[in-house]
T-cell receptor, first 110, second 113 residues
Framework: ETGVTQSPTHLIKTRGQQVTLRCSSQ?????VSWYQQALGQGPQFIFQ???????GRGNFPPRFSGLQFPNYSSELNVNALELDDSALYLC?????????FGPGTRLTVL | SQQGEEDPQALSIQEGENATMNCSYK?????LQWYRQNSGRGLVHLIL?????REKHSGRLRVTLDTSKKSSSLLITASRAADTASYFC?????????????FGKGTSLLVTP
């Protein structure tokens, strides 16, 4: 158990819809990162938040956005869903170098 | 794009045998980490090795790092069926704009009784 939780566990959406995924970080961790993992691939970095500010971004379009709250929980929002957005979405919280991952949200876009 | 590449892509061994997985990467790193993932669930952190370290142990795990060859290996000794999982190496990409982990595609390990 890493102390990082994510909700929901599974989600099914249709193309063009919007989705919000949630993450609760490990207590005391001020940094949260989000990753997308397509089937058979390694996780790909989406973005990172540090003390409620975006602190880095991977090669993802602006329709992927996020928020981090004062209690270190965070959200990943994806607008205008595309079929290729179907993946496991992982959040990870950290204080120093080691990132601790949640169980993920499996998003299916039909 | 993926920074690390694990080798082999898949590995099948019997309980009690040792499993060795390799990782190669392309750019300079501050540290390298190994993670385990069971059946498409969350990643579990196994071990972190810094760029100035050459070898590190944790229980049945031994990790080596060769920065001159830009490669690392993970050895699992006396494997168990519960070690069946996908294993990923991740290198850091620290910059002024954050700290991302770059993962390879992973090695799928199957340990049979």
């Amino acid at each position: 158990e890493t102390g990082v939780t994510q909700s929901p566990t599974h989600l099914i959406k249709t193309r063009g819809q919007q989705v919000t995924l949630r993450c609760s970080s490990q207590s005391g961790h001020n940094t949260v990162s989000w990753y997308q993992q397509a089937l058979g691939q390694g996780p790909q970095f989406i973005f990172q938040y540090y003390r409620e500010e975006e602190n880095g971004r991977g090669n993802f379009p602006p329709r992927f956005s996020g928020l981090q709250f004062p209690n270190y929980s965070s959200e990943l929002n994806v607008n205008a869903l595309e079929l290729d957005d179907s993946a496991l979405y992982l959040c990870a919280s950290s204080l120093l170098d080691t990132q601790y991952f949640g169980p993920g949200t499996r998003l299916t876009v039909l | 794009s993926q920074q690390g590449e694990e080798d082999p892509q898949a590995l099948s061994i019997q309980e009690g045998e040792n499993a060795t997985m390799n990782c190669s990467y392309k750019t300079s790193i501050n540290n390298l980490q190994w993670y385990r993932q069971n059946s498409g669930r969350g990643l579990v952190h196994l071990i972190l090795i810094r760029s100035n370290e050459r070898e590190k142990h944790s229980g049945r795990l031994r990790v080596t790092l060769d920065t001159s060859k830009k490669s690392s290996s993970l050895l699992i000794t006396a494997s168990r069926a519960a070690d069946t999982a996908s294993y990923f190496c991740a290198t850091d990409a620290r910059s002024n704009s954050g700290y991302a982990l770059n993962f390879g595609k992973g090695t799928s390990l199957l340990v049979t009784p």
